[in-house]
């Protein structure tokens, strides 16, 4: 999947999952925006995986759980629980 694939190669390259935008959003929550790939979820787990914060939120005081639990996805709102999101 193309998200998945920028991600390896932005990570690749020392990028920070971790630094937020002037929006205080990260790569991870910029992925849970995306209506893409809901069901799978491939880039969102793969930046979890590679160490992104699963709990940052941005300046509105949205975290990756919030924004995912809006769509209703409930394979990929059971994996960010699973890694302790909240």
Known sequence: NMGKNISKLLIDYGAD????????NTPLLLACNREVELKGGNTKKYLIEKGADINKANNKGETPLSIISSYG?????NYFI????N
């Open 82 to 85: 699973e890694h302790e999101a």
């Open 73 to 77: 996805s409930y394979y990929i709102i």
């Open 17 to 24: 999952l971790n630094k937020q935008g002037i929006e205080g």
